[in-house]
């Protein structure tokens, strides 16, 4: 059966002085983007988070199952939790099951296996994957998962940056006790990244190799 199809209304043309200019705009605001790791314990209004956590779900996704869910965290318990589990995996991580390649590339960072932003921050968001979507009272595959969630992360550190706020994607592996620490502990989904939001501290630095972006050239090829 044909799907119905709406007109699309809410698109706006720009003459081209003005999209290159919006394309400048958007480069100097998204070049202040930078990974922080001393946050403020300022609170942050939820209502500021559930809009950025609306616009990560705008992002394109396979056959729109919009294969996803955050799980956005302010109780002080279950940050606490979570660094006291997060740190317990890093210390066996920097302790040598990264590698020596891996922990290499990480010191000009100044990383190590202390994570008080995960209990300093106003905001942790766990976003997860899910393998099946329930629509109609069936369950259906999703498609293209891995880079459906991984769009709408980038969506999602993009409206926390663009709302005022400085972020830091956190990976722990392995990830599986987020599962449980955010009730989303099934056989359906899967955690995929955790997101720290707020307020930068007053001594926030951020390391000069981190700044140090490729060029237009070792990035793109037109042809």
Known sequence: MTQAHLPLTDFIEYSTDEMLKRAQDHYQEIKRRH???AFSDRAVPQAIIEQCILAAGTAPNGANHQPWH???INSPQIKAQ???QAEALEQAFYAGRAGEEWLDALKPLGTNADKPYLEHAPWLIAVFSKKRTEAAGEQ????YVHESVGIATGFLIQALHHAGLGTLTHTPKPMS???KVCGRDNDNERP???IIAGYPADDATIPQH???KKTLN???DFM
């Open 35 to 37: 990974s922080i790791r």
């Open 70 to 72: 955050f799980v956005a």
């Open 82 to 84: 979570i660094r006291q």
């Open 140 to 143: 259906k595959s999703n498609y």
């Open 177 to 179: 006790f987020l599962s």
């Open 192 to 194: 995929y990244m955790l």
């Open 210 to 212: 981190a700044i140090d």
């Open 218 to 220: 070792e990035i793109c």
